[in-house]
Each structure stands twice: as C-alpha cells, then as structure tokens.
C-alpha cells in the first residue's frame, strides 16, 4: 500500500531482521524494535570490470535526490595498463538502461588504484529523476576516426561493489534504482552489485557511494587478560536523529581463532567541553560459541541490569570489549579476537565523510581505542557495522497549528 | 534556519493560506514541511503523521484524491508500524482513509476502513472524547453503508452513534443537528417518512435554540425540512419556511465571490431556484463561477457542481442550449473524478436527459 521507496525501505529491514542471528535465553531478546539507528552498509570485497575494448562500457543506476547543478562526477579506477582516454557521460534512464544521447559528458585518462574526479559543465539535475553514470573508451575524442589503443594491455577497469545495498549511506533513505550495468556483446546487463561514484554539485551539494574499502574492526585484550587498560575496543559513534529507548544492538561480527573471554558491549558518552568520557552503561554481547568465524549480523538484547539509558539526539560511543586475544602482524591484525566489519572511504574523494552514513564529520562515525577506552580515535570516512536497536522516545512536542479541517461535501445528493 | 523553525514556518504557511482558499500554496508550504520532517526524523517517524493528515486535506480540497490516498496510506503505515495495528492510535487514520474513499465514491474502499476504525473505537475505555469519536465514527459507517444500499444496518448505525451524542452533554449543538440529518436520511431510504420528519423537526428545534435569528445554521435546517415537507407534498407547510431560508441566505451573500463566499452562494442560489427566481440564481451563479475556477482550477468537482447548479437556472430561464452546454462541461468534469455510480455523476445525468 506504499509507494515503492518506503515499501523497498520497510523490506530492507526485513531482510536484515531475517539476516539476524538468534542468541542463546542467555540474554533477553526483545522483538526488533520499531527503530534503528546504525550503518548497514556491507561491502566484503570490491569487484571491477576492465573496459578492455571499445565496445565494452559500464553504467553507474541511481535516483537524484535534490536539484543540483551538476560540476564534477567521481568513480574508483581499480587498475589502470598504459590506458586510453575514457568518456564519462550522465544520460537519462530510458527504461531502466541509459539513455543513447548523453546530457554531459568529459574525458579522462584514469590512474589506478584511486578516486578520479572529473569536471562537468553546470549539468541540472532533477530531484527523483533516475541517471545513469556511463563510462566507455573516448573513441574518437573529438575527431572524426578512433584513436588510441584498446585491448588485455590498454585498459582501465572500473570499481564497484560486490553486496547491493539499495540505498543512499547516508540516511539509508531506499533507491530502488541503484545498481550496476555492463555492456557486453552488444546489449546491456544488470548485475545487482554496488555503484561507487559521488556527484559534485554546486553549493556543497553531493550524492553517492564513496565506500570503496572494506576493513575489519579488531576487538581483543592485547594478550594481558588481566590488564582493562591496554585493552583494543571499537565501535561506531552513532548520533541519532531523536531519542531513542534503546533495547539492544545489531552488529555485524565473527571471531578469528578462538576468544575465551566473552564479548561485552560498552556505550559511552562524551563531554567535549570537560573532554571526558564517560561509562553510561555495558553489559555481556555474545560468548565465544555463539560467534562464528564467518561474518553474520548479529542481534545483542540488552538487559534490565545493564540499566540501559535512552539515547538523546547526540553522539554516544557504542563500543566492544573483551579480554581475550592478542594482536598480529598478520591479517586481520588480532588473533583469538573479535571483530567487527566496517567501510570506509580510502582517500581521495572530497566530501567523502558528507557521504558516509549520516554525513559530515563529529555526527556518527566509526572509533577505536587502544587504551581500554580512557581515550578515542575517530574516522570520519569509515563506519562500523553497529546498530542501535529500540524504539522512538516521545519526540517533544512541536507547537503545531490546529488540523486542517477536511473539506465539507461540495454535492450532497439531494435536488430542490 | 533550524530546521526545527523552518518546519513551524512551513506548517503555519500552510494553515493560515488553507482558510483564504489559496490551497496551491498551502500544498506547496505542506510538502516543504513534510520534507523538512522527513529529513529530521526520517521517513517511519510518528511526528510525520499529522503532516500527511494535513497534507491529505490539502489534496481532497483539489480533489487529488490518489495523492490523498498515498498519504494517508503512508501516515496509516507509520502509525501500524510504530503502535501495531490494534492500537487506538491508528483508528483515525482509517477513519481518515475512509472518509477520503467516501469523498472519492469508492464506497467498498470507504466501509472497509471505517469497519476497522469502529472496531477501534469500540474497544477503546469510553471516556474522555473517545464516545464522541465513537459517534461520529459511527456515523460515517452508517452514510458509507447508505451508498451502499445497507438501508437497514445503516439506520442500526447511526441510532446507535446519535444515541452517543444524544446522551453527551459537552457536543457541539451542530454535532447533533448533522447526525439528525444522517438519521433522517437513513429513515427516508427506508421508507419510513414520519421518523424522517420528526428529526428534521428536532434538528430545527435545537437550530432555534442554539443559533441566532438569522444564522445559516437555521436556514439550512429550515431548507431540510422544508425540502421534506415538499417530497410529502405539503407545499403550505414547505413554503414558509422555504421563505424563511432563502431571505436568511440572502443576508449572507455580498458582492465579495472569494472562497469563504462559495459555500453561501452555492445556499442561495438553490434557494433562489426553489424559489423560481433563474434569473437571480443564473447571475449569482454566473458572477462567482470564474472565482471558483480561480481558486479550485477550471477542471474540479466544486467547479462540476456549479455548472449544474447554473444548469438548472438556465433550464428555468428557458435557455436550454447554454444549459446542455454548461451540464456536458459539468458531466465532463466529474467523470474525470468519479465512477458512473457517484450521485453527482447520476444527477448530471439525469439533468441532461430531461
């Protein structure tokens, strides 16, 4: 009975609730609650595809969200060998597949291994028109005839990611619209993976994925059992929008070699002014043999004798603990620890936090510490996987006008 | 600008342009609200909800009855989400969506909602305002169950919603003459004209009692009656007091043909037309005809309905070509709207034949 954006957004939820793993009755397990709060993006590996012939090219879906004037586009060039000059082009969907006749396109020449950002003349864009992204070899670049080498030794490939996460990261606000297209043999396929691109337009106005990297949060003791304060925790700071009763958490978790020590979870919170951070409330997530070496959501109850708080409308440290492991030089840089999956912007695209799940730098953002939680480091462009489950506190009451009174009949049925 | 006071602004816009008829901007300062809130609380949050009411209203006064419809769907979808779908919190919202689908003439739509609405209702603790929605909840079950030709049970149901207000001593005086009115509806599809002439009776009884000498509250319940005495053929009792109200009419309309005038003119008119006055009726009409597709757009029901109204007048006045014109136009306009089976669609019709 929705339209689709909040149907797709209601779905969306429901997957992941389906997704969730069921803990032992050694915690109290509410039902999922009707909000959360936390960044679902998952991104496990990041794919490309090599523009390696002139006839190949690759589409970038999505839904504008606001007018903007369009300045600048940004796509992640995995790997680049003595490449050709690319076009990019924003065309219109036409059908679901871009449109023949692009409305901007610029040329580049791309560097592996990063962000290419490329100009684009104060192209309009609409709010709720779908575009696509495309990007092909620049045959012709200009002239009347092909220039330039393509082929297995000439080419640039294109990045994207393997999990669809149909939404925009920042608020998670559904686009049912966004995915990848390829053109191979003469036709165009979708293929249900991750875009990453960013829109630049003028007044600081911004859209896309800039989740080009995948990472992993370690959690363990630092091999001093005994010792809290050389402990590794790391969580994600969330801010929430309006208050929320919080009753438990999802986090995206699995253990590599085998922890002893349980894994607890610890929220703090911060003033700034006085720069102290405070223990708010924690108690007991999972025991080592409800974790699983592969990476699952997790859903963590939180407990009546943890005296749980409500989270206001202002960032809280939700963070994990435990006693167990030791750190490594080897991936994933712990061993007999805990950790927790996480995205993240690897460099070299401007305005890469805004873009982040709730956007802009000091609001939700991942965190670590390596002091047992006595002091924080914060990464504005990354995001754990960890979600404030609970439900919406009263929001306060806004001095709203009276209703609108509903219109009387104009024809009651009856004649002189 | 917080956003926080961009969103009082955008809603105050809204309610103070909606009583000077200029429902475009209100819509537009509604939507800006609705994205403001959406932006701050995020797209399932409650304090959405009276923003889709009100957005939902802004709609049905154009008649934009699908976008009214996915509003209200969506405000339903935020609360059963939030609350659950027995909670008392969602019985407005179906009675919202079922008055919207009664509105609409989708009669099947309107009763299914408004079942579930009275369900509500009827399991919530009585007290406080909860028996005056009950009544009224009731009330609009009972017209949807009238459209739908359940004569009797809508008689069950509006006795029984009257009976609630009866026996409440904090309603509104006009609350009680409007169910009165249902009542003696539901009486006359029945057959049953004395029970329908003692409620009008009684509904102009309290309309003396609680309204001035010339408030159209009086007028109107004096048209009611009058209009039924005239159906049992007692012409010698109709006209007084068709006399009465048409004089009480008169005294409510000026040279001023802006929004808050319509509904006046739209009295005044059919009076003047029971009256046999075309000639009076066809130029009132005719003068407030551009304001009305002013404010509701040239293509609008309220537009549709004037056109009959004109219609008629034309037809007394013998011009009967401008009439045939003016109720195609009409016919036109409401079809756009309404199924075949809608009562303005059917007395169109029924103009045009004759």
């Known amino acids: 009975m929705l339209s689709s954006p909040r149907t797709e957004f209601s779905k969306l939820i429901g997957v992941l609730m389906k997704a969730f793993k069921w803990l032992a009755p050694l915690f109290f397990i509410g039902s999922l609650a009707h909000a959360d709060f936390g960044c679902h993006f998952i991104l496990n590996s990041r794919l490309a595809f090599s523009l390696d012939s002139g006839t190949k090219k690759i589409s970038f879906r999505f839904t ?26 924003l065309t219109e969907d036409e059908k679901g597949l871009p449109s023949a006749t692009p409305l901007e396109s610029s040329s580049v020449t791309p560097k592996g291994g990063c962000w290419i950002t490329v100009p684009i003349n104060n192209l309009p864009l609409q709010a709720g028109r779908v575009y696509h992204i495309v990007l092909e070899q620049d045959q012709t670049r200009g002239g ?59 007044g600081s106005k911004f859209q896309g994925i800039p989740y080009d990297s995948l990472g992993e949060l370690p959690i363990h003791g630092n091999g001093t059992p005994g010792e809290p304060s050389d402990d590794v925790l790391g969580g994600e700071v969330l801010h929430p929008h309006s208050g929320l009763i919080p009753n438990g958490f999802a986090l995206r978790l699995r253990k590599e070699g085998h922890p002893t020590a349980p894994l607890k979870y610890r929220v703090y919170t911060i003033n700034f002014l006085q720069h102290k951070i405070t223990l708010a409330f924690s108690g007991l997530a999972a025991l080592p043999s409800q974790v699983q070496v592969g990476y699952q959501w997790v859903t963590v109850g939180i407990k009546k004798e943890d005296q749980p708080q409500e989270f206001p409308a202002e960032c809280r440290f939700v963070t994990f603990q435990t006693d167990s492991g030791h750190p490594s030089d080897q991936a994933p840089g712990c061993g007999d620890c805990y950790l927790i999956s996480e995205v993240g912007n690897s460099g070299g695209l401007a305005e890469a936090a805004d873009l982040s799940f709730d956007g802009g730098a000091h609001v939700s953002r991942e965190a670590f510490s390596n002091d047992g939680g006595a002091t924080w480091l914060d990464a504005f462009e990354r995001d754990a996987n960890v979600v404030i489950l609970g439900n919406l506190s009263a929001p306060p009451e806004p001095q709203r006008p009276a209703p609108i009174p509903t219109p009387a009949p104009w024809f009651e049925g009856t004649t002189p | 600008m917080d956003s926080e006071d961009a969103l009082s602004i955008a809603e105050v816009t809204a309610a103070d342009r909606t009583p000077k008829g200029k429902f475009t901007e209100a819509l537009t300062a509604e939507q800006n609200a609705l994205k403001i809130a959406e932006n701050r609380y995020g797209p399932t949050h409650p304090s959405l909800v009276p923003i889709l009411f ?53 009669w099947e739509d309107a009763e299914y909602f408004q079942n579930k609405a009275v369900t509500l209702w009827e399991k919530a603790p009585q007290t ?165 597709e002013e404010i509701y757009g040239s293509s609008h029901p309220q537009v549709a309905v004037f056109l009959l109204d004109l219609a008629r007048a034309q037809k007394g006045l013998g011009q009967k070509d401008a009439a045939q014109a003016d109720l195609k136009t009409a016919l036109q306009i409401a079809r756009s709207f309404y199924r075949d089976d809608n009562p303005l669609v059917i007395q169109i019709k029924k103009e045009l034949q004759h």
């Open chain 2, 128 to 292: 406080g305002t909860a028996p005056l929605m009950l009544a009224q909840a009731l009330g609009l079950l009972g017209q949807i169950e009238l459209e739908l030709g359940k004569n009797a049970k809508a008689l069950s149901l509006i006795k029984k919603g009257d009976g609630l207000l009866e026996n409440n001593p904090g309603i509104q005086p006009i609350q009680r003459i409007q169910s009165l009115n249902l009542l003696a509806s539901a009486y006359h599809s029945l057959g049953k004209f004395p029970e329908e002439g003692s409620c009008l009776q009684k509904a102009l009884q309290l309309a003396k009692n609680h309204f001035k000498a010339n408030a159209v509250e009086l007028a109107d319940a004096q048209q009611r009656l009058a209009g039924f005495y005239h159906s049992q053929n007692q012409d010698g009792e109709a006209k007084p007091l068709y006399e009465s109200a048409l004089q009480i009419y008169q005294g409510c309309v000026g040279s001023y043909f802006g929004y808050s005038s319509l509904p006046y003119i739209q009295k005044l008119a059919t009076a003047q037309e029971i009256a046999g006055q075309w000639k009076e009726a066809r130029d009132l009409l005719q003068n407030a005809l551009p304001s009305c």
């Open chain 1, 144 to 202: 009347q005839h092909p220039v330039g080498i393509i082929d297995a030794r000439h080419f640039a490939s294109i990045a994207y990611g393997d999990t669809l996460n149909a939404f925009d990261p920042r608020d998670e606000k559904p686009d049912p619209k966004l995915n990848v297209l390829l053109f191979e043999d003469g036709k165009w396929r979708v293929l249900d993976k991750q875009p990453l691109f960013a829109l630049h337009g003028s």
């Open chain 1, 64 to 89: 504008n969200r606001q007018d903007m004037s369009l300045i600048g586009l940004s796509f992640y060039c995995e790997k680049s060998k003595l490449p050709p000059e690319y076009k990019i082009c």
């Open chain 2, 54 to 106: 009100d957005l939902a209203t802004l709609d049905r006064h154009l008649a934009l009855y699908p976008e009214a419809e996915n509003n209200l769907q969506w405000a339903l979808a935020i609360l059963q989400r939030n609350f659950g779908n027995v909670d008392i919190q969602t019985a407005e919202s179906l009675s919202q969506l079922a008055s919207l689908y009664f509105d609409w003439g989708h």
